[in-house]
C-alpha cells in the first residue's frame, strides 16, 4: 500500500523558522495538502494542493514541492502552533487518499 | 459556514457492525463534491476511510472495503457510514468531513470536518 513519510517530531524556538517534510513516490503527480491538529481538536486545512492556503490562515504558513518531497514551512512559529501536522495525498492511481503519520511540532 | 456532525453509538460489540450519520448543515449535499470519513485510533495518525458523492459514487481506502459501505440522504442531507464485523482495532475518533476539488478526484482534500466522535469496540 502506499505510503507518506513524515518525521515524527520536529521542535523549534519562538520567532524561528518550522520545516515538515513529507515524501512519497506519487508526490511528483498528486497534489499534497496540510492538516494541523490541536489536542483533542479535529484537523484543520491549512496548506491545499502544495502551496495555496485557505482564508484564515496566517501568512506565515506555506508549502513547497520538490520531486518526491513536499515541505510546510512555518516562519516565525507562535507558541499557538505547536501542534500535530499531517500531510495528505493519493496514490498514483488518484483514488485511495493517504495520510502521512503525522509530525508534532514543539515550541521550546 | 459549512458544518458537520456525526452521530451514533460510542460502544460496539466486537463482530457487529459500527453505524455512523454525518449530518451537514450549511451547505446542500446535493449541490456537489465528496463527502468523506476518515478515523484516527486513540494517539494514532489519521487514515481515510472512504468518501461519497451525492450520486452515491464511491472511492473506499482498499485496506477497508470489504467491510465498509458508505451510503447518501440528500432528502435529509446526511451521508452515513457502516462498518462491519468489527474488532477492537477499530476503536477510534470518527470524523466526517467535506472532501473538496474540482477537475479529477485525486486533487480533492477536506476543507471542512466534524469534531469526531469516539466510538470504542468492546463487550
Known amino acids: 500500500s502506499y505510503e507518506l513519510t513524515q518525521p515524527p517530531s520536529v521542535s523549534v524556538s519562538p520567532g524561528q523558522t518550522a520545516r515538515i517534510t513529507c515524501s512519497g513516490d506519487a508526490l511528483p503527480k498528486q497534489y499534497a495538502h496540510w492538516y494541523q491538529q490541536k489536542p483533542g481538536q479535529a484537523p484543520v486545512l491549512v496548506i491545499y494542493?502544495?502551496?495555496e492556503r485557505p482564508s484564515g490562515i496566517p501568512e506565515r504558513f506555506s508549502g513547497s514541492s520538490s520531486g518526491t518531497i513536499v515541505t510546510l514551512t512555518i516562519s516565525g512559529v507562535q507558541a499557538e502552533d505547536e501542534a500535530d501536522y499531517y500531510c495528505?495525498?493519493?496514490?498514483?492511481?488518484?483514488?485511495?487518499?493517504?495520510f502521512g503519520g503525522g509530525t508534532k511540532l514543539t515550541v521550546l | 459556514q459549512v458544518q458537520l456532525q456525526e452521530s451514533g453509538p460510542g460502544l460496539v460489540k466486537p463482530s457487529e457492525t459500527l453505524s455512523l450519520t454525518c449530518r451537514v448543515s450549511?451547505?446542500?449535499?446535493?449541490?456537489?463534491?465528496?463527502w468523506g470519513w476518515i478515523r484516527q485510533p486513540p494517539g494514532k495518525e489519521l487514515e481515510w476511510i472512504g468518501s461519497i458523492n451525492h450520486s452515491g459514487n464511491t472511492y473506499y481506502n482498499p485496506s477497508l472495503k470489504s467491510r465498509v459501505t458508505m451510503s447518501v440522504d440528500t432528502s435529509t442531507n446526511q451521508f452515513s457510514l457502516k462498518l462491519s464485523s468489527v474488532t477492537a482495532a477499530d476503536t477510534a475518533v470518527y470524523y466526517c468531513a467535506r472532501d473538496f476539488g474540482s477537475g479529477s478526484y485525486n486533487k480533492y482534500y477536506f476543507d471542512y470536518w466534524g469534531q469526531g466522535t469516539l466510538v470504542t469496540v468492546s463487550s
Open positions: 495528505q495525498s493519493a496514490d498514483s492511481s488518484g483514488s485511495y487518499k493517504v
Open positions: 450549511g451547505y446542500s449535499i446535493s449541490s456537489g463534491y465528496y
Open positions: 494542493k502544495h502551496s
